[in-house]
């Protein structure tokens, strides 16, 4: 069960998890709540350097048996340099370049007063985040059921969350909602608000993908925490520059590669179970900072990417990148070679991302007691009881019909084989679907 940690006042505990007060942090030590980032000068390259994307995670893009241990880099957008003739030339797109040099920023965050610079944040706050992250990372790049490791799911949200905000784009994105110029003031913003997108994530139904069939292979992008939307088009008011559509929307997909060949896949439970209402509504219960519960057992995995797949999936990756991408295969850099944009919104019928809702059940209310005879319940979308929301779909049904209409929607698609297998009932579910229970998918779909 996911927690939030709640706003933190001066005699809270720290962001960074080192349990001492706020005002008395190793991080933010001596410095008035709120108030900008201080600290003694530490000039150090390493800690001025900032990666944000981490070298332990490019690494993952490269085959254990590439021996230069290098990426194809391309500039999305190149700078254009003006000769004294006055004509304009574009410099090298593609550099093929060490992780040290590649998705990093001279003191992206380093706060700095004057003269001084401080490099706490890069060296004790993220370097703590990304330990504990690398290692939720591996877990679930190699995640096989029955295994389950609260630590590692815990830790992979909390990485995810603060890597979506650390990025060059997501920090232009969190100035810009949060109306903040100063840049110390939006690294303390950032701090306090790494684990903002946790909850609705927990809520998703998870699909690990892997592309080990096909040739091609992941790339990585300078925001690897990547949403997609079949209704918001790049270019739309939703994905204009530092924007992204709201993890919240219906329709909305969050991917994350893992490794070059295993992709994690987040969509929200309520699209899963109706994939017929407006893609950009919001999802039931869309708070953000608030308890969620999270089931091992719902983990689809055994999903397998076709070529075109993967390169559908490198295409929206590409474009909903801010200014960089890399490769191990310098071809990879270049979906667009194979896919169009005008198929945004018709990639796989429109289900690319999507979980196999045959492994999907409806309602979902969890009830629990305590060894002292207290207890609780929690429904699907994080609600309690109390809530007058609570249980809502569950009473009014209207989720069941639409779940059953989908899954014979998908068996008629796809046909009988599984697009991702769930853990019920003590063991996996079937790779390929009997001729009998196919035959009742396809009837749902006839009769619905």
Known sequence: MYT?????????????????KYKKCCLFKGIPYNNPVQGRSNNSSEYRNNHYVPEWYQKRFIPKEQVDRELYYLSISPPVHVDSKGVGHTSNVVKRLGFK????????????????ITTKIEQIFFGQIDRLGKQAVEYFSTFKHPSI???????LVMYMSTQ????PK???????????????????????????????????????????????????????VTVYNRACQPGSKWCNRAEDPDIRFQGTHTIFPLTQEKILILTNLSWVRNPYQPECGMRPNPKFFRPAMFNFIDIQTLRFLSEKEVREINFIIKNMAFSFIGAAEEEWLYPEKYISISDWSNFGSGYLLMPDPRSVNAGGEIYWGNYDGSGGAIDSYGRLPGDPEFGKESEEK????????????????YGPRRRGRSFQMGQLDPEKDSIEYHNYHLG???KR
């Not at 979506?164 to 990025?167: A, G, P």
């Open 4 to 20: 939030p940690a709640m706003k933190r006042g001066r005699n809270d505990p720290c962001s960074c998890g080192s349990g001492k």
């Open 101 to 116: 040099h590649c998705f990093a920023e001279k003191d992206l965050y380093s706060g700095v007063f004057g003269n001084e």
């Open 149 to 155: 490791n609260g630590d590692a799911f815990n830790n």
């Open 164 to 167: 979506k905000l650390r990025t």
């Open 170 to 224: 997501g920090l232009a994105w969190l100035s810009g909602v949060a109306g903040i110029k100063d840049k110390n003031e939006l690294l303390h913003f950032m701090l306090n608000l790494r684990q903002l997108f946790c909850a609705i994530w927990t809520e998703c139904v998870w699909l690990i993908a892997d592309s080990s069939k096909s040739n091609t292979k992941f790339i990585v992008s300078d925001h690897p």
């Open 398 to 413: 209207k989720e069941f019909n639409t779940l059953y209409k989908f899954k014979g929607e998908f068996a008629h698609l």
């Open 444 to 446: 749902l779909f006839k």
